[in-house]
Structures are given as structure tokens and as C-alpha cells.
């Protein structure tokens, strides 16, 4: 197999004793999966009766794309299947005959049923290589990496974790590219940024494609560019969303609670205790019943003396059956006339925009110490932009539809957050006679 000189670079680094983690990443069709691919195979292959991963979201997706290249590098190395190597499909496992060693395949995506990936837990193995690692959650690369421990000493190896994946939003972009940039990153992680123009077996084809895409396209995946998202378009700074976990000088004010009902089970309901716009709570539930959510939602409205009128509660869908059990409470609607007359599509629109305002401000603090949950509302706001103006020229964001394709579940977190602002906008809607 024929190595660029960022793929030759990037398995010299995988080979060394200082690096823990690399991440391969950059524009499409830079060659990240056969790196990642090879670099298995080779491992596999060099020490003898070891078990090494190859992960993504979803191991349908994986198996239709990444287990491809690695049938594609197998034939360039010369390697037959059922003569080298073996898959079994249904364990999802590769045996290499030669070293007696075994490659798993393995689907990261966070269930709700599992949400700390529990199934992983017993699982050694002696690396792994994470392929489009920007689809996956910081627990699921945290867990698969705690796993690598199996027959490193006996080879004199250390822990190593490949990445790869183009340029994204999220947690890979705050933990990896941007500490790359600064040049704050741990001393034990690399990145390398990838090209379709390192590739040397791209077809010039496929770059002409790339170039007949519209210009946001065009930065990310032809030009590599982390910072590809349009401004023009965006709600929320990441620099901003990190703040909002420091600014603990906001000040103490009224006590209020927003509610996110989780849909037929589905989802994850959600409940955020404020005092002023300082979210001091969030607490979540995967599974539970409306009337088990509604005894929670009281029993933490008593134990931090909010009052019912100053609760919300999203009432689109089952949600609205929570303020029939809590008289008292206010209903949320999402898709209801934005208030005092403003030019949004609808009030969820509305919040959206005015929590944006109030973050860009640094008016926001929420207290969370789990790194998941902060992550994930940075991905959840990140991800929600300005979109296309209707034919009445007012406001709206993204589709949930389409926040939910992107980030494989529902923005639980950020709906909850923002309906806080319903109460600024209801008091600055009385009017006071004379």
C-alpha cells in the first residue's frame, strides 16, 4: 500500500512511545480510513494473539464503508480471506490467522439504555482506531480507551488511540483542534491535518466534485477548514457556550424551572432549576412515566421553594399533560405566535434567539461538572443556527428534525435551557395603566 507522506508521518507517530492519541483529520477524501485501517491490520498482524478495535456510530455504516477499506488494504497486502483471515459477520470479528490475533467492530453509538456503555465494560483490547469520530460522544471514546490494556506489556506497547474524521462542531473540535491550535495540547495527543490533496490514489475527479460544491462545503471538506461554519448564520460562539460554565459572578435573582418532556419514552426528559439566569440544576431521566415525571418535577420544585407559576413546561405532544397533574404551572408551546409582536417564526425561535443575545453577553452561568452533559449542550446550541427566512421574513432556527438527524437524538438539553427566557418575555409583555 502506497503511504502519503501525512499517512507515513501519522504511523510513525502511532509507532512511537510518547503518543497516546492521534487524530488524523481534515478534508474528505484525505485517506483517513485506509490510515486508520492499515494501521490496525498492521498491528494485528506484528503482535502476535492481540485484540484491537475498529469503532464508529453506527456499525451498519461502519461495515458498509470502513470494513470495506479494510478488505481493500487486505487485498493490496497481498492478504485472502478465509486463507489470512476470517470475518464472521454476526460476532462482527476479523481472526488473522498468521498472529492469531482478533479485530472487533464495534457501534458507539450512546444508547439511551446504555448511556455509559456499560456493554463495554468488559472488553481488553490493545488499541483502537475510531473512525468519523465526531459522530460519536466524549463517554464512548473516554470508556473505549480505558479498555486498552490487553497484552500491552507482554509487546512493549503502549496505549494508542487513532482518530480520524473531517472538520466538525463539537467536542472534537473544543478537545483536539482547537487546543492544536493553541498549542495547548497534552504533550501525549497529536493531530495532523488531512487533505484530499495528500491522498496520492484520489482521482482528480473527485476533487473537481468537491469544487462544484457551495463555498461552506467547499471549506470543510475540500479545504480542511475547522473554522468552516458561516458566522453570518450562527446563534452561539463556542468561546461563549464555554463561558457559561465559568461565569459564576452572574447574579442570584427570582427561582424558576424549565421542563423538557421526553416524547413516548423516547428522548430524555429534562428538568433545569434556575435562580436568576444561573442554572444551579439539571437533572435527566431516560425512562419514566408522565405522572413519575410530574412527582419530580414537584418534589424538586419544594426542596428549591419555586413556586408553580414560575415553572414551564413543554407541552407539545405528551408534554401537556404535565400541567393538567400541576395546576399551575405554565405551558410551553413551541410552535406558538412568538410574544410582544416580534418578528420571529414561532416562541421556540424566539427563546432561541434572546438566550443567544444573553450568552453572547456572558448573563448565563450553569453549573455542571459532568463533561458529557456540558458537552453535549455545547454540541446542542453549537449545532442550531439561523435559518432559511420564511415568506414572512421572520426569524427561525434550525429544524429539530434536522438537529436531530445531526446529532443522532433529540436537543433535550438546549430546549429545556432556553425556556427560561419565556419568562422574560412574558414580564416585559405587562402593561401598567394609570
Known sequence: MKLSKKQTQAIDILEDKTTNVLLYGGGAGGGKSMLGVYWILKSALKYRKTRWVIGRSRLKTLKETTLQSFFEVCNMQGLKAQVDYTYNETKSL??????????LLKDLFR???DPHFDGLGSLEISGCFIDECAEITPIAYNILQSRIRYRLDEHNIIPKVLMTCNPSVGWIYTQFYKKHKSKTLPANQKFIQSLVTDNPNISKHYIEQLKQT??????????????????????FHVDSLNDMFTNDFVMKGQKFMSVDVARFGRDQSVVCVWNGFRCEQIFTWDKNTLTELADNVQRIANDNMVSRSNIIVDSDGVGGAIPD????VKSFINNSRALKGENYKNLKSQCYYK???????GEVFINCVDPVMKQNIITEFEICKQYDIDKENKLSITPKDQIKSMLGRSPDLSDAIIMREFFELRKSQIVFFK
Open 214 to 235: 457551495d463555498m461552506l462545503t467547499q471549506r470543510r471538506l475540500l479545504y480542511g477548514d475547522w473554522e468552516f461554519s458561516d458566522d453570518a448564520t450562527r446563534l
Open 94 to 103: 476479523i481472526t488473522l490467522h498468521y498472529s492469531e490475533s482478533e479485530v
Open 111 to 113: 444508547m439511551p439504555s
Open 355 to 361: 438566550f443567544a443575545e444573553r450568552v453572547k453577553k
Open 325 to 328: 397533574i400541576l395546576k399551575g
